[in-house]
């Protein structure tokens, strides 16, 4: 069964809740908890919980432990998340630290750039690449998920060769379109052309 | 006239293109060059520069000057795009630098963080101020637009507190759902989350 997109967002972030509070002493969570904390409809909630087959107790709520294990299951690829940043300036070197100090269901392990003071260093435990070598560490480290964090205009380009590659998901900060081959996932994070949407509509006199 | 989204969108992509542009000897540019650049339909290009009263000329193209002013016309508030970071870590100020490396259409003027090694100094030109002098900076920055980069277990108290304070736009990296009053515009950027759906639909065995 194929979740919808919708739900497995509600699932990760369930799980990145769920992951902190296992830490805690109470091994269950009711599920109107989970909907408080992240100002969503209980009912919603148990829906989701419901569709990858977990139901809960009515006394005791959610086993945390469980609850982790069996979103896992149903959100994660068999192979695990491997991850690479590509174009590693300040932008790219804080995400990849953002991702390293998460929960950590994710895993960069490489980055690429043409900067020849980043190449062959290693920041935050994750080691910088020549943006030729691509193909080679892609293909070693079986990295399926690539961050872009280049200029605009090496992006049509970088986009090609990481296809090529077997990347099947991109998570694209520049603000060229991708055209991508269909089982290529794409999901844009302009920023700036972000900021100056929100503030048209956040701004426009009424 | 309220523009659409996704024309302002696009808009705002001729304009930050433009701008590179117009350091280059050539003063006019046509609309299959804007379009090839950005991976957009030509005639999508057209409609988008008609709406806002520009037509061009056929043989020379757009002037660019021009068109950067009748975009910024179109799509900027009056009183121009002034931000604030909330939570100035390393995501924070990576975004923040990313901007002021842009090509400024809009300006981040205060930072906010709890951390007493960061408050009352600057970085990259931004001040970072305590978190409880939110509202009075706001006030006296005349700030419209936020952009959250806080731990998720202060999502909720702190938009309250940016809407209160009258800020019309945010920009949510965390993972929380943010319910505004109508006329406040969220957009979210969740990154972790997105990596995993990104996950989820390009990784599934087909």
Chains 1, 2 share one sequence.
Do not use: W
Not at 75 to 83: A, R, V
Not at 188 to 197: G, K, N, Y
Request: proline content about 4%; some cysteine; charged content about 25%.
């Amino acid at each position: 069964m194929v979740l919808p997109e919708k739900t497995v967002q509600r699932l990760s972030r369930y799980r990145r809740l769920l992951s902190k509070y296992q830490y805690l002493e109470e091994p269950y969570i009711f599920s109107h908890d989970l909907a408080r904390l992240l100002n969503i409809n209980p009912v919603q909630v148990r829906r989701d919980l419901m569709l990858i087959g977990s139901t809960g107790n009515n006394r005791k709520g959610y086993s945390v432990v469980e609850l982790i294990d069996m979103i896992s299951k149903a959100i994660d690829p068999h192979e695990g998340l491997n991850i690479a940043v590509v174009g590693f300036g300040k932008l790219g070197q804080a995400i990849c630290k953002y991702l390293s100090d998460s929960h950590g269901f994710q895993d960069v392990v490489a980055a690429f750039d043409i900067d020849a003071d980043k190449i062959n260093k290693t920041f935050n435990g994750v080691t910088c690449y020549d943006i030729s070598k691509i193909p080679q560490v892609l293909r070693q480290r079986n990295v399926t998920t690539a961050i872009m964090t280049i200029p605009d205009d090496y992006a049509k380009e970088i986009c090609r060769i990481l296809v090529d590659c077997g990347v099947k998901g991109l998570l694209n900060f520049t603000s060229v379109k991708l055209n991508v081959p269909d089982g290529v996932f794409v999901r844009d994070f302009d920023i700036i052309t972000s900021l100056e949407v929100i503030n048209y509509f956040g701004c426009k006199p009424s």
